[in-house]
């Protein structure tokens, strides 16, 4: 009895290595195959369109719905919270109710890369120093720019500043593609020094030097 269990305890040993092992084509069985090779999803990649589907009310049965976008109420990593007042008249005037998260003053670095962000976004319309003379405002092609430094303009919270930013208003688009939510507020607070140069926090003149040149390069 004992030699019957070992022999069968040694075929079914032998069962299981040779149905487990195999060629690199063929490795064998596999106990959970779909973990061992899952489907693969490229963002970018095409995909097959008798598999996958961006239309969300085909999906199912053998249709894959993939559409590259994240998941609703998601952000990425270090990104500030979402901006979700509404693009509506009712939005724009709740907008001067919303405080900018960024508590602290730019200190030099920080100065210097907004000012940089601004000279490349907004110094071809609305000018180095803000007041509307940029290459685009001086050149007839555009009309209607806002000038910065006016007291009506000034007079707006960084709410609403960062909500024109955000949708844009008038002849001015969006920038929501071009800047992050963390650009688009270290831009108003660099439109604040603009605005109210005396009043701006001191920086040391290395950042004010190559802010100023930045400025230069846009007016060419």
């Not at 939510?181 to 507020?185: A, D, E, I, S, V």
């Given at each position: 009895?004992?030699?019957n269990n070992i022999t069968a305890f040694v075929l079914g040993i032998t069962i299981v290595a040779v149905s487990s092992?195999?060629?690199k084509r063929n490795p064998g069985m596999d106990y959970m195959p779909d973990m061992g090779r899952s489907r693969a999803f490229e963002a970018y990649a095409m995909h097959d369109t008798l598999l996958f589907t961006t239309d969300a009310h085909r999906r199912g049965g053998n249709m894959i719905f993939y559409n590259s976008m994240p998941v609703p109420g998601t952000m990425k990593r270090g990104e500030l919270s979402p901006y979700t007042v509404s693009n509506d008249t009712i939005g724009y005037k709740m907008?001067?109710?919303v405080k900018s998260p960024l508590t602290d003053t730019l200190d030099a670095a920080g100065l210097e890369e907004a000012g940089r962000l601004y000279n490349i976004n907004c110094g071809i319309c609305h000018g180095a120093k803000g007041a509307a003379d940029g290459p685009?405002?001086?050149s007839g092609k555009v009309g209607g720019i806002a000038?910065?430094?006016q007291p009506t303009i000034a007079g707006l919270s960084d709410g609403t500043m960062f909500h024109v930013i955000t949708y844009g208003k008038n002849l001015m688009g969006s920038y929501a593609s071009q800047l992050t939510?963390?650009?688009?507020?270290e831009i108003?607070?660099?439109v604040r020094t603009l605005?109210?140069?005396k009043g701006a926090a001191a920086t040391d003149s290395t950042a004010a030097k190559k802010v100023a040149d930045s400025a230069a390069v846009v007016k060419k």
């Open positions: 009895m004992k030699k092992c195999g060629g907008s001067a109710s685009l405002a001086v000038n910065l430094t939510r963390q650009q688009r507020w108003i607070k660099y605005q109210n140069p």
